[in-house]
């Protein structure tokens, strides 16, 4: 009976290792295709601010293409992995998430009309600064849990 009950025990100890160990490794995949997408964030950024450096409408546009594809069902695809990062207000995480995502929709909307209306590229870079500060902002505020 002793080893029944034992047996039993080990059972229920290895499923419920191999639960948490599951749940642990899709943490793990979610935090790292966060962090996948932010790469991108900052890559399309990259593009822009060396388009603006440098005059040139191409690494402009192409920034903003990287922009766009990063945004693109952001909150779809990282709003939980976001909410862990508030556990204690993950409303909050959600909301900030949100108004972040609307503003920066916004100025690469307006880069993207600017990027071939003038000569005169300050609007862009006005914009460009408007979203990395929307970065910034959201980071110092979310950050401190996945930049572990």
Do not use: W
Not at 1 to 17: P, Y
Not at 101 to 108: N, P, S, W, Y
Request: with cysteine.
């Amino acid at each position: 009976m002793k080893k029944v009950l034992g047996i039993i025990i080990a059972s229920i100890m290895a499923v419920s290792a191999s639960s948490a160990e599951e749940v642990i490794d899709n943490d793990l995949a979610s935090t790292a295709r966060l962090k996948n997408t932010m790469r991108k964030f900052a890559t399309g950024l990259d593009q822009i601010q060396k388009g603006i450096i440098y005059n040139d409408r191409d690494k402009i546009e192409m920034g903003v293409r990287v922009l766009r594809q990063a945004r693109k069902n952001f909150l779809k695809r990282h709003g939980e992995t976001l909410k862990k990062q508030k556990p204690g207000d993950p409303k909050m995480a959600m909301y900030m998430a949100k108004k972040s995502a609307e503003r920066i929709r916004k100025l690469v909307k307006m880069m993207s009309a600017e990027v071939h209306n003038t000569h005169d590229f300050s609007k862009i870079a006005a914009a460009y600064t408007g979203i990395f500060n929307q970065c910034v902002a959201c980071h110092q505020k979310l950050r401190k849990n996945y930049a572990k």
